[in-house]
């Protein structure tokens, strides 16, 4: 992080296009860095890939004095379609804007065109949008119609005409501005020998708006675990489609059409974790542990006491962020930039995190 803001003055740079989860940790990660964008050359950020919380928009832009710019596209749209705070148009701090060389729509359930703050999914029609999917008529027939692409994203239009994301209609994670599509990672578990079923979902995540776990079912007379399936899916996915956590479960609640109920999943994943949260409470190591096994997708048996960031792969720049917006959460406390930069070992951490304690 102290490199990135350097190099905005070094090289003098002008414009900083990036993602909400990096905006997150920037906006952590500030002490001694608040005028790092006041530069004579540096004119502002885009935000890009998934959706800027108005409440992240609002503190970072106070912090750092400095705008951000936020725009939606699509990899279908080519290049952005909404604008918010470019040149001279009109700014709505928490909106993604207005269509900027194309034309939009809202388009409710019934086919209707939504009215102002009526909730719908967006339309998009310009030069800019895609001529199809390769070899795929049947895929672009479903999203192209007359020249319209149906985004797949819940949108609402105010009275001045801003349109702000509010979700998806297509069943897809967006973490970290990275889209992964949860049926193609389900699919892949469900060949592993020893699992019955699954199911991969998205769950809210602090940083990354949402993160990817997976409940499952083993079958009988079988043992599996964490550290496993990891092995078994690493060839077969991208990194960032490896689920961040996987909770095992004796059966999954089904509806009347046989498809499991994601909703009643998630309830039984949450309970699960308020529990594992007051139990590691009761001793730091031990939380210390169980925290790092997460942010750097590790089983907590493989971690130590003793490692470090150059004995556990997993652990670069990015999980460290992550590392320590987890103990943060589950300490109940925060920590100064100084001390982000000394957790470099889990025995330094835990000496960290006894001092705020002793000094609360």
């Known amino acids: 992080m102290g490199d990135l803001f350097n190099a905005i003055y070094k090289h003098r740079i002008t414009h900083f296009i990036t993602v909400p989860t990096v905006l997150s940790f920037i906006n952590k990660f500030h002490e001694g860095y608040e005028d790092s964008f006041q530069t004579e050359n540096f004119k502002f950020i885009i935000s890009v890939a998934s959706k800027l919380e108005l409440k992240l928009w609002q503190d970072f832009e106070q912090r750092f004095h400095t705008k951000l710019l936020n725009v939606y596209g699509l990899t279908e749209t080519v290049a952005g379609s909404l604008f918010c705070g470019v040149n001279n148009f009109p700014r709505k701090v928490g909106t993604v804007g207005t269509p900027i060389d194309c034309e939009a729509k809202i388009i409710k359930k019934d086919g209707s065109t939504a009215q102002s703050n009526e909730a719908g999914i967006l339309w998009l029609k ?147 974790e308020d529990k594992d949260v007051d139990m590691s409470a009761a001793t730091t190591a031990i939380t210390i542990i169980e925290s790092a096994a997460e942010a750097f997708g590790m089983d907590k048996s493989l971690i130590k006491m003793s490692d470090t960031s150059n004995s556990i792969d997993g652990w670069d720049s990015m999980a460290h962020l992550v590392f320590i917006t987890i103990l943060e959460k589950r300490f109940a406390i925060q920590f100064s930039t100084a001390e982000m930069m000394n957790m470099n070992r889990l025995t330094a951490v835990e000496k960290i995190i006894s001092g705020k304690h002793k000094a609360s």
């Open 126 to 272: 310009g030069d800019h949008i895609f001529k199809g999917y390769l070899n795929n008529v049947a895929a672009t027939e479903a999203v192209l119609i007359d020249g319209w692409l149906n985004t797949g994203d819940v949108a609402t239009r105010d009275e001045e005409g801003f349109y702000a994301i509010t979700g998806r209609e297509k069943n897809t994670i967006n973490t970290g501005g990275i889209n992964i599509y949860p049926e193609q990672i389900t699919e892949m578990i469900n060949t592993h020998p020893k699992v019955l079923e699954s199911i991969c979902l998205g769950l809210a995540d602090e940083n990354f708006q949402e993160k990817l776990v997976c409940a499952m079912v083993i079958k009988p007379h079988e043992t599996l675990d964490k550290t496993e399936l990891l092995t078994f899916l690493r060839p077969l996915l991208e990194q960032t489609q490896l689920p961040k956590n996987f909770y095992f479960f004796d059966d999954l609640p089904m509806g009347l059409s046989g498809k499991i109920q994601t909703n009643a999943v998630k309830k039984m994943i949450a309970a699960i």
